[in-house]
């Protein structure tokens, strides 16, 4: 297992941190760096700047319009955007249902879906989870009954992810009650501009509205949409979320975090003491060994052998090492963390305004902080829970 990178690898990386470099807006990073609030503007503005280059779809292959790239180069490329403040793709369109449409879609589906993805024009979302099917996946009740040569769709679905923004959805919907609930799933995409579509936003802790609920009322969506085979969208759905891997973990994100805590340390004043930079030295040391995790993986995938199924684990320490850098943030600047202001997480908020001047000393970096802190208590539940997957961990690493 080699873990080094190689000399082609390496000028590979110095290629990509350039382009981000030189075509990242200023604006754009800013934000990211500061943990401010992205419009979908923001992020549809550099999904477009990486459409233009060709690498929105960075994890395509060559003959769907993607560069190609093996496991260390899109790891790299991930890497090198996370470090300049370069906004996390949304990953619904080119990391999720894209690859389903070239594994599973026909030549049809593939020309008329796949340009919108790579361009980042068409913003698509999830709808996966329903209000009594989360870790149950299999459970879904919404239902698609086939009528003609068109599905009528009725049912919810929730905790969809900026559903607010998203003009198509793929979704799971039931066409079958015989047999296994798995094989009664198919894989429907239904147009979110369709008469009888829904979005109700849901206001979370930290006063944002990133989920939703989406109702379907006799939406009527044309078969032509159907991926693949019906009642065989379980199994499609398996592949789609093959394709999280490593980068369930985030380990870019939490770099890129680490560095802004020793700033706000720094800034606070607290660097200095000894046992408080202990706890960076030991989140440090779980975010280099959370890197080691995902390089073994790579490292794997890149000479042909079959990597541990680790992306339990990957999810379990990515996702704790999230809440870590938030919780040590928080500690950073003591009091001038509490407040949960929600105009704070706008660019150019002035902190010295906060509650009418009732914030005296607090600094702008310390404004965003409560925000984050609890948008980040959801990264141990979603995606299948951490105790499901130490379950999981348990039974297919452990035996």
Not at 134 to 153: H, M, N, P
Request: charged share 25%; proline share 5%; hydrophobic share 40%.
């Amino acid at each position: 297992m080699d873990l080094a990178f190689t000399p082609e690898e390496q000028k590979f990386r110095e290629d990509v941190r350039n382009w981000v470099h030189a075509n990242l807006p200023p604006d754009i990073s800013q934000k990211v760096h500061n943990a401010l609030r992205l419009s979908r503007d923001d992020m549809q503005r550099w999904a477009k700047i990486l459409g233009k280059k060709g690498w929105l779809g960075w994890g395509w292959p060559t003959q769907f319009g993607g560069p190609g790239w093996n496991a260390v180069q899109k790891h790299l490329f991930e890497e090198e955007c996370a470090l300049a403040g370069a906004p996390r793709v949304v990953p619904f369109g080119p990391v999720m249902v894209a690859p389903v449409i070239m594994a599973f879609g026909n030549a049809e589906q593939q020309k008329r879906f796949l340009p919108g993805i790579a361009s980042g024009e068409v913003w698509w979302s999830q709808g996966y989870s329903e209000p009594g099917s989360g870790s149950d996946l299999a459970s879904v009740k919404t239902r698609a009954e086939r009528q003609g040569d068109k599905y009528i769709v009725n049912g919810q679905k929730t905790w969809t992810t900026l559903g607010q923004y998203g003009e198509w959805i793929f979704c799971l919907v039931r066409t079958s009650t015989e047999g296994k609930p798995q094989t009664g799933i198919s894989f429907l995409l239904i147009d979110m501009k369709s008469p009888g579509v829904t979005v109700r936003p849901i206001v979370l802790l930290d006063g944002e509205a990133e989920v939703n609920e989406v109702w379907f009322d006799n939406v009527e969506v044309p078969a032509e949409n159907l991926i693949g085979e019906e009642n065989k969208g379980w199994t499609y759905a398996k592949h789609l979320l093959s394709h999280e891997r490593t980068n369930i973990a985030d380990v870019n994100r939490a770099k890129r975090e680490l560095e802004r805590l020793k700033r706000i340390a720094k800034a606070e004043g607290v660097y200095d003491d000894t046992r408080f930079r202990d706890e960076i030295a030991k989140l440090e040391v779980d975010v280099v060994a959370l890197e080691m995790m995902v390089l073994r993986v790579l490292s794997a995938e890149k000479s042909g052998k079959n990597s541990l199924d680790v992306a339990g684990l990957l999810k379990i320490r990515g996702s704790e090492i999230q809440q870590r850098y938030s919780e040590l943030m928080m500690l950073a600047a003591g009091p001038y963390s509490l407040p949960l202001i929600h105009e704070a997480m706008e660019a150019g908020w002035q902190g010295d305004q906060a509650l009418g001047g009732l914030w005296p000393g607090g600094a702008a970096h310390c404004a965003p902080l409560a925000s984050t802190y609890f948008n980040l208590r959801k990264t141990t539940i979603y995606g299948g829970s951490n105790e499901v997957q130490r379950n999981i961990v348990a039974q297919t690493v452990l035996g």
